[in-house]
């Protein structure tokens, strides 16, 4: 079909459930077409095309359906609603939120009618409101030191239904495609961070939903086939987060772990170092190696003299363990029942205190 009434400075466009055509346009219009017929743009009295401007921000970025008759776009400042009424002005637009904008047409996934996105300063969700996705903190440092801000528009964002998790993969500052990664469970909304060089990904919503990603040089891979490295042993490793016990009034013991191992290859090995704040230093170590799937048993006892007893989210200095071995996938950082910190698919660390 040949459109020549169409506008000519679209930046993105997407296909409401009720058959509209959105274009988001330059000098931040928001323009569609004729119910069920791209070809007509021009508001007339016989259609029912239309086109209104927005207020918040620079420039338009992307948007898509989010549930229902409600769709949410973006500018580089704001995030919008836009709500099929059937009335006479067709669709109610309003703002969802104010200093949110979105970094780049990509950088935003919907799951389970939540929106997420990145910014240019941090990371939100959608879901009747908008704030940023839980525990972002955490890993904000890592990612927006080091964003490319120029480079921003090369950002995406890619689902995972497997895991029900949401890759963020951006450019850093000396980089030319991205590299960087920020995964987000949403299941406990934890986080990881690593290096892998993509383009884009996409995934089918039937059947075989593993992820498929591009790469510079013109591959297309699968993810999540198997559990190593095309073919080569994967080595992983996950350090956990220092945990700190306050004023020195308790002492805590790591009795041991529990392994929780998939198809597991080579040797696990654990160390643990407690580390004591005041005289920054380490305060002895213990390292094993195991094979089994029995409990590892390791007398590891951390005795901190400041500090702040938190185990289950990263930041605080006391004491650290660090597994490294070729397990199949990727560790992963999660909030574990027990108080500690379990790795997904590959072990589990209790502690308590003494």
């Known amino acids: 079909m040949l459109v020549t009434d169409g506008p000519t400075d679209m930046r993105f466009l997407f296909i409401t459930p009720e058959r509209f055509v959105i274009a988001l346009c330059a000098d931040m219009q928001l323009r569609w ?7 007509t743009w021009t508001p007339a009295i016989d259609n029912v095309a239309g086109v209104r401007t927005i207020t918040q921000g620079t420039k338009l970025i992307a948007g898509g359906p989010l549930a229902g008759t409600v769709s949410m776009f973006w500018s ?6 836009l709500q099929y009424t059937g009335s006479e002005f067709i669709f109610d637009s309003r703002a969802a939120g104010q200093n949110c904008g979105l970094l780049s047409p990509n950088g935003f996934v919907v799951v389970g009618g939540i929106a997420y996105w990145i910014s240019n300063y941090d990371f939100f969700l959608y879901a009747g409101s908008v704030r940023s996705i839980p525990n972002a903190e955490e890993i904000h440092n890592y990612v927006f030191d080091v964003l490319a801000q120029k480079g921003g528009y090369l950002c995406f964002a890619a689902y995972s239904p497997r895991f029900n998790e949401i890759w963020f993969c951006f450019t850093n500052s000396s980089g030319l495609n991205p ?30 939903t593993r992820p498929y990603y591009a790469d510079a040089d013109g591959h297309l891979h699968i993810h999540e086939e198997g559990h190593d490295d095309n073919g080569e042993p994967m080595e992983s490793y996950i ?22 191992i998939f198809e597991q290859s080579g040797e696990i090995e654990l160390t643990g170092l407690p580390w004591d704040p005041i005289r920054n230093l380490a305060n002895g170590s213990r ?14 006892v951390c005795r901190p003299v400041a500090g702040s007893h938190r185990t289950t989210r990263p930041g605080h200095f006391g004491s650290s363990a660090t597994l490294v071995g070729t397990t199949g996938r990727q560790p992963f950082l999660e909030p574990h029942p027990v ?11 209790l502690n308590r205190p003494a």
């Open 287 to 300: 390292h094993v190696t195991r094979r089994s799937r029995r409990r590892w048993p390791i007398d590891l």
């Open 179 to 208: 590299s960087l990664y920020a995964i987000v469970g949403l299941d406990g909304y934890s986080w990881a961070v690593g290096t892998m060089e993509r383009l884009s990904s996409t995934y089918f919503t039937d059947g075989e």
């Open 239 to 260: 350090t956990m987060a220092p945990a700190g016990l306050e004023k020195g009034k308790q002492n805590m013991d790591l009795e041991g772990i529990e392994p929780d």
């Open 33 to 39: 077409c004729d119910q069920g017929d791209p070809a």
């Open 76 to 81: 580089d400042h704001s995030a919008y609603l």
């Open 339 to 349: 108080g500690g910190l379990r790795l997904r698919r590959t072990i589990s660390l």
